[in-house]
Nanobody, 120 residues
């Protein structure tokens, strides 16, 4: 059983900052990559940022230069520092982990989502 638990969402004014955290727990054998996706009302879920176990990162063009993804391999935790937030960043943010479990296959796992609202 694998669990992803997100925290750190909330309401923030335009130009403000938030930091999201996601902790992965369970019978984990190896984490390949972790990332953050978001889904705004009426839109498809989209990739925000991703980090591999080796530290390589990838960002959506819309957040590049404003958001920073980082990870703590020892804690199986990934963070998303979001600065200069805009109203269009409003969405439910989901944590994703591409990992293999002990005695099992590699697969994608998702958190329950955390709401980020950017509004004055």
């Amino acid at each position: 059983q694998v669990q992803l638990v997100e925290s750190g969402g909330g309401l923030v004014q335009p130009g403000g900052s938030l930091r999201l955290s996601c902790v992965v727990s369970g019978s984990i054998f190896r984490i390949v990559a972790m990332g953050w996706y978001r889904q705004a009302p009426g839109k498809q879920r989209e990739l925000v940022a991703m980090i591999t176990s080796g530290g390589s990162t990838n960002y959506a063009d819309s957040v590049s230069g404003r958001f920073t993804i980082s990870g703590d391999n020892a804690k199986n935790t990934v963070y998303l520092q979001m600065n200069s937030l805009k109203p269009e960043d409003t969405a439910v943010y989901y944590c994703n982990a591409d990992l293999s479990v002990v005695g099992g296959w590699q697969n994608d796992y998702w958190g329950q989502g955390t709401q980020v609202t950017v509004s004055s």
